[in-house]
């Protein structure tokens, strides 16, 4: 495999952890509705193999949300291209950004993104360093009032959770770009998963084709069809040599 497509192949990896918010406790009586504590553990599957797992946390900070997200590859993925990542987002009530960190250890890269944002002032600060080259890249935008990265997308999706056929909007940035991301409602639909079965709403998110990322792909997400809103799987799609990448719900834990 070629290391350009590794690269790609971590890109969408990260991506598809980053969009997985923060996932409940599912074997509940009674469903807790969202947000809450929570901890959880992804199987990340690439090509019938377990390519990486990622763990994500969320705790309330004060009167804000604290998310945590580590991902490491595995096996096969590795050996040929080892990812160590991690995430840390801050924010409000309605999960609109305050600031979030990225260490991006992908091969013999090793950068740290930071993202700030002024939300009185409408204004986002993106800074990248480059930590093998010693160089810096910054840029500043233009944001809405409530603007969210990639983490508060996914958790305001699991508050707002449209029904099939509604549609949501909502400003999202990478940092690089900001846009009106559309969410649709697709589909109710029985989700086997290993030895368990989830009532789900299946959703589509439109990032990808020139949205806020170039690269040809598209991105869903099935999430509980109750109070708690559990993503319980994720996958993307994208073009050769990549394909899909799924994510699945391996263990939870809820406070």
């Known amino acids: 495999m070629k290391i350009a497509t590794l690269r790609h192949f971590a890109a969408a990896l990260l991506l598809m952890t980053l969009g997985s918010a923060t996932v409940a406790q599912v074997q509940q009586t009674t469903p807790k509705p969202f947000p809450y504590r929570e901890k959880l553990e992804y199987r990340v599957e690439w090509r019938l193999i ?8 969320i705790a309330p900070l004060g009167p804000n949300w604290q998310t945590r997200l580590k991902l490491e590859s595995a096996g096969m993925v590795t050996r040929l291209y080892r990812v160590d990542d991690t995430y840390r987002s801050l924010t409000d009530t309605k999960f609109c950004g ?4 990225l260490e991006a250890q992908e091969g013999k890269r090793h950068r740290l993104t930071t993202l700030t944002f002024d939300n009185p002032k409408h204004k986002l600060h993106y800074e990248e360093r480059d930590l093998v080259k010693n160089t810096i ?8 009032s409530c603007t969210h990265e990639i983490l508060g997308a996914l958790a305001t999706l699991r508050m707002t959770h449209p029904e099939p056929g509604k549609t949501v909007m909502l400003p999202v940035t990478d940092g690089k770009k900001t846009v009106m991301a559309r969410i649709e409602g697709q589909a109710k ?12 709403v299946r959703y589509e998110a439109f990032l990808f084709d020139n949205v806020l990322y170039q690269r040809k792909g598209r991105l869903w997400i099935w999430m509980t069809d109750d109070a708690s809103h559990v993503p319980v799987q994720i996958r993307v799609r994208l073009g050769f040599p990549i394909g899909s990448i799924t994510l699945t719900l391996d263990k939870d834990e809820q406070e």
């Open 189 to 200: 639909e029985t989700l086997k998963l290993d030895s368990k079965t989830y009532q789900t």
């Open 50 to 57: 377990t390519a990486g797992i990622a763990q994500v946390e």
């Open 98 to 101: 305050i600031n979030s960190t």
């Open 137 to 144: 890249t910054s840029k500043d935008t233009d944001i809405a």
